[in-house]
């Protein structure tokens, strides 16, 4: 029987194109996905956004339902100052958010069930982040790791806490996405293996297997919405200073 | 209707809107909304404050252990590392615990 952690080997799917210090660089399932999720996620918004009507259909209905999830997720978390990144953030919701969900397709790959994919996106909204706040407040930036009014003689210990505590966030938005599929994926295959194996008794782990489905979307969902809002709260702290 | 006729400023529409929005709160929005998204917030908080555990401690050891290797002092910042990367994890799922307390405080629907 196949291995449950077997649905996430990176497969070369071409010849390898090109090689960037001595790693052969090809198209890859997990870059089929990504690019799947561009593809597909931009048709929908496309064809939902080039009506335009009144009474919107269903494609309309689900863009705007989107927008306004985001938007509304921006003004609450960050203010007036965050509409600039509203298509950074968008963007970022939606492709977490369809490589979570085209994943759970059968013969799917959820690229967001690599620490690689994860940690690279936490980074970069953690390098975003951090260079806003710089920009924005100069120097100033620094009293982030310095809670206001604590007592100046507890500075040697505070400043390194704040500063591990700032550090752990790139960490956790990947670690907490990244864990939540893969154990996801890992329970469906053990789950399904199950079924195989008992025969007729196998109705019993299918049954679970179903609600266990059902609870995999709404965790697709859950944890592309986490991730995106913890985004909004990181880039609230660089752009408020407490 | 005549008065519809008339151009409409946007302080008009903006009144508008909000008589629409409070009878829309008044009416559906507010007893279907909170307890249907209720159990799905409570999992994503519970997971957050996991993750947020093992991060700081994470990010603490990890620290130390490189500053070790450049610094070429074995065990000794591995440790501080991993006791700040405690101090850190506790800060961060205390600040969660207090975002929650502040979400939890506002009156519902005002969101």
């Not at chain 1, 790959?109 to 920009?135: D, P």
């Not at chain 2, 994503?44 to 130390?64: D, K, P, Q, T």
């Not at chain 2, 961060?92 to 502040?102: L, P």
């Amino acid at each position: 029987m196949a291995s449950p952690v077997e649905q996430f080997a990176i497969q070369n799917l071409t010849a390898p194109l090109f090689s960037i210090g001595g790693n052969h660089i090809a198209v890859t399932n997990s870059a089929v996905f990504m690019m799947a999720a561009v593809a597909v996620s931009s048709v929908l918004l496309v064809a939902g956004a080039s009506r335009g009507a009144m009474i919107p259909g269903r494609f309309q209905a689900m863009s705007e339902l989107f927008y306004e999830f985001i938007a509304n997720m921006i003004r609450d978390n960050v203010g007036n100052a965050g509409k600039k990144f509203f298509p950074f953030i968008f963007t970022l919701f939606i492709f977490t958010l369809f490589g979570n969900l085209l994943g759970l397709l059968p013969y799917g790959f959820t690229f967001t069930s690599h620490i690689a994919v994860t940690f690279f996106m936490a980074l970069v909204v953690f390098l975003a982040v951090t260079l806003i706040g710089i920009f924005k407040h100069g120097l100033h930036f620094f009293s982030l790791f310095f809670p206001h009014g604590a007592p100046l003689f507890t500075a040697p210990i505070l400043i390194p806490i704040e500063i591990v505590s700032y550090l752990s966030r790139p960490i956790s938005l990947s670690v907490r996405l990244f864990a939540n599929m893969t154990v996801g994926h890992v329970l469906l295959k053990v789950l399904a293996g199950f079924v195989v194996a008992l025969g007729i008794f196998g109705v019993v782990p299918l049954v679970v297997l179903v609600a266990i489905t059902a609870l995999e979307v709404l965790i697709a969902l859950l944890q592309a919405y986490i991730f995106t809002i913890l985004c909004c709260i990181y880039l609230n702290d660089a752009l408020h200073l407490h | 209707m005549a008065e519809d006729e008339r151009k409409a400023t946007p302080d008009d529409l903006d009144k508008r809107l909000k008589s629409v929005r409070q009878a829309y709160q008044k009416g559906v929005g507010r007893s279907s909304k909170p307890a249907q998204s209720a159990g799905g917030e409570k999992l994503g908080v519970g997971m957050r404050v996991a993750v947020e555990l093992v991060a700081g401690v994470v990010a603490g050891a990890f620290l130390g252990l490189m500053a070790d290797r450049w610094l070429g002092t074995k065990p000794w910042l591995l440790i501080l590392g991993f006791v700040l990367g405690c101090g850190a994890a506790f800060l961060n799922v205390y600040r969660v615990a207090q975002a929650e307390e502040r979400r939890g405080k506002s009156p519902p629907g005002t969101e």
